[in-house]
């Protein structure tokens, strides 16, 4: 707010949710600042409220205190201007090519006409390496695949935000480490905002620029860090304010 | 005592494969069509059928396939048949519809809204088990001996598996799924049409498949207890007074043609759109 570079401002979020025996907090009183072209990380260990507080910038949470606002308008629903990649493989729509999945999404923007939409579609299919499974249908890719696939829709769209969940959690590490290759490659040329959640410290060193360690249940902030000459055995000591020879069964 | 074993590299090269792709042998091929298969099964079963009925040699007990045939012909050359065949389908036509139209107005509701699910599933586990031809004495009652009755308890032989089975699939779509349908921001119409419906389709098929087959059962038995509804009577009619004149390949013709109608819908209609979905998205193999 302070800042005119600041894209997404999130102050002093509470974030809770409703089981069938308990009120649970998630997240208590976060606050962060993401600024354009960001590759900010949201680090901390499962449990920490993490995914939720993403989901809340998606607009599918609210919070009980505190306030997001994304370019200074407050964040009331999910909407376009803030796009998921989840950690699900199931995120496209199995009824769809590879690139239907993309055209529907920018169909429901209705900015494009149906020849623009196609040849934008085909435009980050390329950009992801996947123009030869354009006219694939999902249950046919790999997981990797899957996931570009995701990143391609995601990217089409132009959000404000780029919200990704975990997106290369599920999958191997040699593939892992390509997509992470292909995502630095893709910011360099485009220079896009995301939002990064992940419970990897290599990950969030590698991807980000900018890293947000949380502590666990209910998540709060620990560190705002830059991850240029970040050194993940001290990552690891904030987060879990301790020696690492005493981590143990923790996790 | 023991050396350190040695590393081993091999040169790769895709040239000394015998066999990478090879061409399925004759019979191998014909085997993979299912239509062939299923013609050369049914076949055996007429056999077998003609066979068993030839020894029987009694055509009031057990016509055999070709008597069956013969009756089958002749009922369709006088035009009996065929008119019988065609009120029932268009009979069952028109209370399939209905029935899916209200599952689809009940279901979209219970989507909607929770008063809305929990009004369908109470619904649902009350009139489900009610088998619809229990209810054909009280539609005569309030509709008379008129079409109206029997639609009546055809819409309520489909409405509640239709409604069931799809509102299972609705909520089995997965949370992702919902929440990228969510992001694109679509009005709740265009949500359940463009996500749900989709996403759900391999429970709705068999809703639908379900809901097929109550219909025909509902409406053949309804007839049979109801006769000749007004005017013209269906093929649960024409089964019945072939029976009362003591027909019996007439009424194996009949009950034929129903079997006839089964086949062509499941392989003509339903696996039809199967193929071009569900198993064409993965949702199914």
Known sequence: MKNGNSVLVVEGVTLQYRTKSHLVTAVYRVSFNVQRSDRFVILGPSGCGKSTLLKAVGGFVHPVEGSITLGGAPILKPGRDRVFVFQEFDQLLPWKTVKENITFALGTTERFSRSEADERALHYIRKVNLSEFANSYPHTLSGGMKQRAAIARA??????????DEPFAALDALTRSNLQEELLRLWDEMKFTMLFVTHSIPEAIRLGNRILLLSVRPGQVKAEINSQGADAARIEQ?????????RGSHE | MSEPRPELFYNVSNSAFNVVQKPLTGWGRLYEIGVLRKVVLLAVLGLIWEIYGRR????????TLIQTAKALLSSVQTGELPKAAFYTIMLLLKGYF?????????TAFASVTRVG???LETLTAMFNPLPSIALLPLAMVWFGLSERSLIFVLIHAVVWSVALNTHAGFSGVSP??????????????????????PGAFPSILTGLKVGWAFAWRTLIASELVFGASGRSGGLGWFIYINKVEYLIPNVFAGLLTIMIFGLFVEYGIFRAIEKRTVQRWGMQQ
């Open chain 1, 155 to 164: 990217m089409a769209l132009e959000p404000q935000v780029l919200l990704m």
């Open chain 1, 238 to 246: 904030i987060l879990f304010d301790r020696p690492i020879a005493e």
């Open chain 2, 56 to 63: 029987l040699g009694d055509e009031n007990l057990l016509p």
């Open chain 2, 98 to 106: 209905a029935g899916l139209l209200l599952a689809g107005l009940l």
């Open chain 2, 117 to 119: 699910a929990d009004l």
């Open chain 2, 176 to 197: 992702t799924l919902r929440m990228v349908g969510q992001s694109y921001g679509l009005s709740k119409v265009s949500f359940i049409l463009r996500i749900l419906v």
